[in-house]
């Protein structure tokens, strides 16, 4: 993989590209989720680099991303991935977001309809303001001073223990939430402004259609919220496949990474039919 930046007016990203197989497509996109880094994807990337083009960040404000001015919003997001991907000769991107990096995918589906070839939601939720009720969105606007006060021992081992049921899991997201070991205050500002403009997109009650083949995979123990409950609707209202992952957590592509390379790989396979 070889890294490279990003300057945007907000700060610079870093992201890391693999074209050895360039002349193969689609190109695989893996947008991590909320405080998670690039190394979120090390099983995938591992089995998908060499077969097809492969891209990962570290999302702005993110880990290496940083420093980063927090004045931006999911649909920024979506505008500056597009700005790498055309600048890396990304045209046909099936993206692979995981919780964060899932809705950042449907920004990116709701702006760029037309080059977006296939769409793979792991442990996200529909950004559709149908979803979710008034407390909820109230909450995720003020979650900051939650992440600033709460004692970082107890935040280090809940965010772990939280997200993955693996030992391989766990100490990934450990040895991740460590980036910020020392500068809670920044951690808080990551997870306090990504729930914020989270919660501004669903507001914004746009419709988020997802017009690709796309796939929804979820943790049968993914205790993350409410995600269980938004994938079972959102796969009964859109009719989107889902594949339950059997004692996998939120997290489930580092839980379950062969099954959940196996379901990318066949999605990618049918879309290059």
Same mark, same amino acid.
């Not at 077969?51 to 290496?64: C, I, L, Q, R, T």
């Not at 040895?175 to 020392?182: L, S, V």
């Given at each position: 993989?070889?890294?490279?930046?990003?300057?945007?007016?907000?700060?610079?990203?870093?992201?890391?590209?693999?074209? /050895?197989?360039?002349?193969?497509?689609? =190109?695989?996109?893996?947008?991590?989720?909320?405080? $998670?880094?690039?190394?979120?994807?090390?099983? =995938?990337?591992?089995?998908? +680099?060499?077969?097809?083009?492969?891209?990962?960040?570290?999302?702005?404000?993110? /880990?290496?991303?940083?420093?980063?001015?927090?004045?931006?919003?999911?649909?920024?997001?979506?505008?500056?991935?597009?700005?790498?991907?055309?600048?890396?000769?990304?045209? *046909?991107?099936?993206?692979?977001? *995981?919780? @964060?990096?899932?809705?950042?995918?449907?920004?990116?589906?709701?702006?760029?309809? +037309?080059?977006?070839?296939?769409?793979?939601?792991?442990?996200?939720?529909?950004? =559709?303001?149908?979803?979710? &009720?008034?407390?909820?969105?109230?909450?995720?606007?003020?979650?900051?001073?939650?992440?600033?006060?709460?004692?970082?021992?107890?935040?280090?081992?809940?965010? &772990?223990?939280?997200? $993955?049921?693996?030992?391989?899991?766990?100490?990934?997201?450990?040895?991740?939430? @460590?980036?910020?070991?020392?500068? =809670?205050?920044?951690?808080?500002?990551?997870?306090?402004?990504?729930?914020? @403009?989270? /919660?501004?997109?669903?507001? /914004?009650?746009?419709?988020?259609?997802?017009?690709?083949?796309?796939?929804?995979?979820?943790?049968?123990?993914?205790?993350?919220?409410?995600?269980?409950?938004?994938?079972? $609707?959102?796969?009964?209202? &859109?009719?989107?496949?889902?594949?339950?992952?059997?004692?996998?957590?939120?997290?489930?592509?580092?839980? $379950?990474?062969? &099954?959940?390379?196996?379901?990318?790989?066949?999605?990618?396979? +049918?879309?290059?039919?």
């Amino acid at each position: 993989m070889i890294k490279r930046t990003h300057e945007t007016s907000c700060g610079c990203i870093h992201y890391w590209v693999d074209r /050895a197989a360039e002349k193969n497509s689609p =190109q695989l996109v893996f947008l991590p989720g909320l405080t $998670a880094d690039h190394r979120l994807f090390i099983k =995938q990337i591992r089995y998908f +680099e060499g077969k097809y083009p492969v891209f990962v960040w570290d999302a702005p404000g993110h /880990a290496s991303s940083w420093p980063f001015t927090f004045d931006f919003d999911l649909m920024d997001k979506a505008r500056w991935l597009d700005d790498i991907l055309t600048r890396e000769g990304f045209d *046909q991107p099936v993206i692979i977001g *995981q919780s @964060m990096g899932g809705y950042v995918g449907q920004a990116y589906a709701r702006l760029f309809p +037309e080059k977006l070839k296939g769409f793979v939601s792991i442990d996200s939720a529909p950004l =559709q303001r149908e979803y979710v &009720t008034a407390a909820e969105i109230w909450l995720l606007k003020r979650m900051e001073p939650v992440y600033r006060y709460y004692p970082w021992k107890a935040l280090l081992k809940s965010g &772990t223990k939280g997200v $993955a049921e693996t030992a391989y899991g766990r100490k990934l997201m450990h040895k991740i939430m @460590m980036t910020y070991d020392g500068d =809670q205050e920044r951690y808080a500002k990551i997870s306090g402004h990504g729930f914020k @403009m989270l /919660a501004e997109a669903m507001e /914004a009650d746009l419709p988020y259609e997802i017009k690709c083949p796309a796939l929804l995979i979820c943790g049968e123990k993914d205790h993350a919220g409410s995600c269980i409950r938004y994938n079972k $609707a959102w796969h009964k209202r &859109t009719g989107i496949p889902i594949e339950w992952i059997a004692g996998a957590g939120h997290n489930s592509n580092t839980d $379950a990474p062969e &099954t959940v390379n196996r379901l990318i790989e066949k999605l990618v396979l +049918e879309i290059h039919k």
